[in-house]
């Protein structure tokens, strides 16, 4: 990835979705007008903070990337399977839930928002088509993944081997410890092994960690998608550039990533 600015704002793009020509950017939490813990490029109105900080700091994400707010379209997040088909008919819809959404509709904007669950950006150069979706530990073990691929392929045509997708900045392997019962039910969607057994000094107290960024990478295998890039960047050891619900305790905003066809 490529680390950018534009006033205070700083964003991350991905070398090969820049290579493609796609306008995106994955934001950190750094140029906004929220105050507090939600300091201060949030962009969640439900985290508690002000709608008008988390409106302006919508306005300068969209800026950033030479786009309106009017022209994007984004979903409440349940850590669910479910994929929008989306056009320019679903603007001005916010009461959707869904953690992922898909379209061929150049100039339509699709963002959501994270705070260590996982980022995934999809490019079709082929049918000229993309996606977005958020992963975290439940949307790996539910496949809202491959689930994204199967809506491209459906509503476009796409062939997954055409397909790019991008895993962005996210809570890493070091840094997600998770009960044994949850690693069990993650490793069984994913069809490779990541969990690493406990580590540290008192063993009979530690748990083990999951490697979320090898779950993506594995289930876009599983599903046809052989183009992977992977981020790398933690967010859970950067809370200086990132929001991290995990490191942060819970008392902290949501970072935004957003994707956009040319027109």
């Known amino acids: 990835m490529q680390r950018l600015t534009y006033n205070q704002l700083a964003y991350y793009q991905f070398d090969s979705l ?42 300068r994400m969209f800026e950033a990337l030479g786009l309106r707010m009017e022209d994007s379209l984004t979903s409440w997040l349940v850590h669910s399977n479910t994929v929008r088909v989306v ?59 491959p689930a994204t691929v199967r809506a491209m392929r459906d509503a476009f045509g796409s062939d997954p081997r055409d397909i790019r997708a991008c895993v962005g900045p996210s809570i890493g392997p070091d840094q997600f410890e998770v009960g044994e019962d949850v690693a069990a039910r993650i490793q069984a969607a994913v069809p490779e092994n990541i969990v690493m057994p406990p580590r540290g000094d008192a063993l009979d107290h530690a748990k ?3 490697d979320l960024w090898r779950s993506a990478r594995a289930q876009l295998r599983a599903a046809g998608v052989q183009q992977v890039e ?27 990533a957003a994707i956009v066809l040319e027109e």
């Not at 950190?28 to 903070?49: A, E, H, I």
């Not at 963002?111 to 950006?121: E, K, N, S, Y």
């Open 87 to 145: 056009g320019l008919a679903d603007l001005g819809q916010d009461d959707v839930h869904a953690d992922a959404m898909v379209t061929n509709t150049r100039g339509l904007a699709l963002t959501l928002r994270f705070a260590d669950c996982v980022p995934i950006l999809f490019h079709d150069p082929v049918r000229k088509a993309i996606g977005i979706a958020h992963a975290g530990w439940m949307g790996i073990v539910v496949g809202v993944l």
């Open 18 to 59: 820049q290579a493609d020509g796609v306008r995106h950017g994955v934001f950190t939490r750094l140029g906004g007008v929220s105050q507090s813990y939600y300091s201060s490029l949030n962009l969640s109105r439900s985290t508690g903070d002000a709608p008008e900080p988390v409106r302006e700091n919508r306005r």
């Open 230 to 256: 992977i981020a790398g960047l933690c967010t859970a050891s950067n809370t200086a550039e990132w929001f991290s619900h995990r490191a942060e305790k819970g008392k902290t905003g949501r970072f935004g």
């Open 208 to 210: 083990p960690h999951v």
